[in-house]
């Protein structure tokens, strides 16, 4: 299977927003809502920001959301903090029941 | 708290198996809603979903490992395991176990992620 195409870096300016994109298919991204986002700090283990789409879980700021529009999905963060600089994964469930991650995005806040 | 703790070798020789396993505490693994996975992630590249098991056994792997992964769950010590076959170099990368909520009408989220832990194949 094929990874998920995440554009490899997106940088903005503290109080921007920024929007990271992830590209599939029809197979996985397009045919079902389980889309999820992560957050990944160096040398740490990923985070779970994003489900089914749009939802956060608990704890996590409103600043992240989460939209999809036929193949792909998109992470937007609002007011752009420092603390935002991390890798950030998408990840979808597939038609052949598995589940593929994109290729990761690395926000830069400037 | 739920936690997840991954333990194995760090050191794997080529051609060789990795074997791993993920110890759940505070909760079941075999709870109606949760999935346990694996994911591998090399050093400076992204995330790679190797593959997922239910509590009764019910599993999917990664197609481009799938015969070289074996994966099973051992309720009785709230444990998961991963076995990868014929490793090569190109494999050395951190291994996390996550859980994915996903029975029950899940969200289909890796939403508890075990620390990681470093496996390098080298001879």
């Known amino acids: 299977q094929s990874a998920l195409t995440q554009p490899a870096s997106v940088s903005g300016s503290p109080g921007q927003s920024i929007t990271i994109s992830c590209t599939g298919t029809?197979?996985?991204?397009?045919?079902?809502?389980?889309v999820s986002w992560y957050q990944q700090y160096p040398g740490k283990a990923p985070k779970l920001m994003i489900y089914?789409?749009?939802n956060r879980p608990s704890g996590v700021s409103n600043r992240f959301s989460g939209s999809k529009s036929g193949n792909t999905a998109s992470l937007t963060i609002s007011g752009l903090q420092a603390e935002d600089e991390a890798d950030y994964y998408c990840?979808?469930?597939?038609?052949?029941?598995?589940?593929?991650f994109g290729g990761g995005t690395k926000l830069t806040v400037l | 708290q739920l936690q997840l703790q991954e333990s194995g070798p760090g050191l794997v020789k080529p051609s060789e198996t990795l074997s791993l396993t993920c110890t759940v505490s505070?909760?079941?693994?075999?709870?109606?809603?949760?999935?346990w996975g694996w994911i591998r992630q090399p050093p400076g590249k992204g995330l790679e979903w190797i593959g997922s098991?239910?509590?009764?056994?019910?599993?999917n792997h990664n197609p481009s490992l799938k015969s070289r992964v074996t994966t099973s769950v051992d309720t009785s010590k709230n444990q998961f395991s991963l076995k990868l076959s014929s490793v090569t170099a190109a494999e050395t990368a951190v291994y996390y176990c996550?859980?994915?909520?996903?029975?029950?009408?899940?969200?289909?989220?890796?939403?508890?992620w075990g620390q990681g832990t470093m496996v390098t194949v080298s001879s």
């Open positions: 098991i239910y509590y009764t056994g019910s599993r």
């Open positions: 089914e789409v749009s």
């Open positions: 029809s197979s996985d991204v397009g045919g079902y809502n389980y």
């Open positions: 996550a859980r994915l909520f996903w029975g029950n009408s899940g969200s289909g989220a890796f939403d508890m």
């Open positions: 990840n979808s469930y597939t038609k052949s029941s598995t589940w593929v």
């Open positions: 505070g909760g079941s693994i075999s709870s109606n809603s949760y999935y």
